[in-house]
Structures are given as structure tokens and as C-alpha cells.
């Protein structure tokens, strides 16, 4: 059984920082790209970044500079260290096992005073 979740999120002020998790189980993870995903309310899902199991990474121009994806093979962990968030940042987080059909449950960033 496939789980992919995700921890971490929360309520930060603007400028703030918060880093997110993922763990991931049932899947080859260090053999996988993995990612992380948003979705704001009224919105569509979007890319934020995406790391290859090489660790070559990828960034959504809108948090390139801000947000750090990294891998941890031996833990079967994801991670995306956010800093200088903006309210524009708040949404649901999705982690999610690229080229396959699994997604985490999703955790709430809110960036509010």
C-alpha cells in the first residue's frame, strides 16, 4: 500500500518561514522524481518544484529564490524549506510520487498577519 504525508504546515506571518515533510511508503522512493504541489481555493493545482532522484531540482518561477526542495533517500522523506513567504503562498500542499498516481492527503500553509 502506497502512502504519501505530508506534515509541516501551518499558520506563519508574512516573511516568515515554515518547512514541510513528506514521507513516503510502498514506493521505490529514491528510484522516483518526487514533487510538491498547491492548490489555493479557486484555483488549479500547480507545479512549486520537483526533484529528480538525482537531485536535480526544478522551481515554479514564483518561489524560485524563496522555496529549497531536498531528498533524504535513507528516511524516504521529501522536504520543502519555504522563507520570505507571501499571502500568495497560502494553499493546500500536495506532495506526489512523479510519473505515478499517488498524492499525499495535503497540508494547509496560511500566510496571514
Known amino acids: 500500500q502506497v502512502q504519501l504525508v505530508e506534515s509541516g504546515g501551518g499558520l506563519v506571518q508574512p516573511g516568515g518561514s515554515l518547512r514541510l515533510s513528506c514521507v513516503a511508503s510502498?514506493?521505490?522512493?529514491?528510484?522516483?522524481?518526487m514533487g510538491w504541489y498547491r492548490q489555493a481555493p479557486g484555483k488549479q493545482r500547480e507545479l512549486v518544484a520537483v526533484?529528480?532522484?538525482?537531485?536535480?531540482?526544478t522551481y515554479a518561477d514564483s518561489v524560485k529564490g524563496r522555496f529549497t526542495i531536498s531528498r533524504d533517500n535513507a528516511k524516504n522523506t521529501m522536504y520543502l524549506e519555504m522563507n520570505s513567504l507571501k499571502p500568495e503562498d497560502t494553499a493546500v500542499y500536495y506532495c506526489?510520487?512523479?510519473?505515478?498516481?499517488?498524492w499525499g492527503q495535503g497540508t494547509q500553509v496560511t500566510v496571514s498577519s
Open positions: 506526489h510520487a512523479q510519473f505515478l498516481p499517488y
Open positions: 510502498g514506493i521505490r522512493f529514491s528510484v522516483n522524481a
Open positions: 526533484i529528480t532522484s538525482g537531485g536535480s531540482t
